[in-house]
Antibody, heavy 115, light 112 residues
Framework: DVQLLESGGGLVQPGGSLRLSCAASGFAFKYYAMSWVRQAPGKGLEWVSSINDSGYGTNYADSVKGRFTISRDNSKNTQYLQMNSLRAEDTALYYC????????WGQGTLVTVSS | DVVMTQSPLSLPVTLGQPASVSCRSSQSLVHSDGNTYLSWFHQRPGQSPRRLIYKVSNRDSGVPDRFSGSGSDTDFTLKISRVEAEDVGVYYCLQATHWPRTFGQGTKVEIK
């Protein structure tokens, strides 16, 4: 079965950092672009970032540019989202998704930014 | 950024009846490669989104054929031919032609 499993969420103070991970299984991870999409409580979906199959091509939403860094380790079938300088408005459920058009989703990991 | 506008935002439906959601983009979604990257997603309460339709009208594997997508350029529609109880939730359109990727606001479908 194709599966994406996120981890690394939690409670962090404003200005703090967190690193999310997404472990992929059931498909040839190294051949697929990957993405992160978030959903604030009770709100809609917001694309955050995407990375190409090699890891050398990345895109970011303006709301996270300069604070978040997407990366991947194809030897571990895992992608990451390093989140720095976190703000209250970054509070959301963060989903890992396959490809640039999100054809497969994980179950999400919750990030709460609060003092 | 491409703005995706869905209507209606709330859609009460009767079981067995058809339903339709509209999605309009602020600019053409035709990619330079000739494809139109407009997708539809369904999110049930407490669950992750699931893609139903990609490239305007292609159903993903396992999606019932009561779901269909149509449209072109800037105007798109998701239709459910006969609504079933499991179809409740929020439907989102997504454009994956331009960066940044952008979603519609979501349409909440509920049973009357």
């Amino acid at each position: 079965d194709v599966q994406l499993l996120e981890s690394g969420g939690g409670l962090v103070q404003p200005g703090g950092s967190l690193r999310l991970s997404c472990a992929a299984s059931g498909f040839a991870f190294k051949y697929y672009a990957m993405s992160w999409v978030r959903q604030a409580p009770g709100k809609g979906l917001e694309w955050v970032s995407s990375i190409n199959d090699s890891g050398y091509g990345t895109n970011y939403a303006d709301s996270v540019k300069g604070r978040f860094t997407i990366s991947r380790d194809n030897s571990k079938n895992t992608q990451y989202l390093q989140m720095n300088s976190l703000r209250a408005e970054d509070t959301a459920l963060y989903y890992c998704a396959r490809n640039y058009d999100f054809n497969i989703w994980g179950q999400g990991t919750l990030v709460t930014v609060s003092s | 950024d491409v703005v995706m506008t869905q209507s209606p935002l709330s859609l009460p439906v009767t079981l067995g009846q058809p339903a339709s959601v509209s999605c309009r983009s602020s600019q053409s979604l035709v990619h330079s490669d000739g494809n139109t990257y407009l997708s539809w997603f369904h999110q049930r309460p407490g669950q992750s989104p699931r893609r139903l339709i990609y490239k305007v009208s292609n159903r993903d594997s396992g999606v019932p054929d009561r779901f269909s997508g149509s449209g072109s350029d800037t105007d798109f529609t998701l239709k459910i031919s006969r609504v079933e109880a499991e179809d409740v939730g929020v439907y989102y359109c997504l454009q994956a032609t331009h960066w940044p990727r952008t979603f519609g606001q979501g349409t909440k479908v509920e049973i009357k």
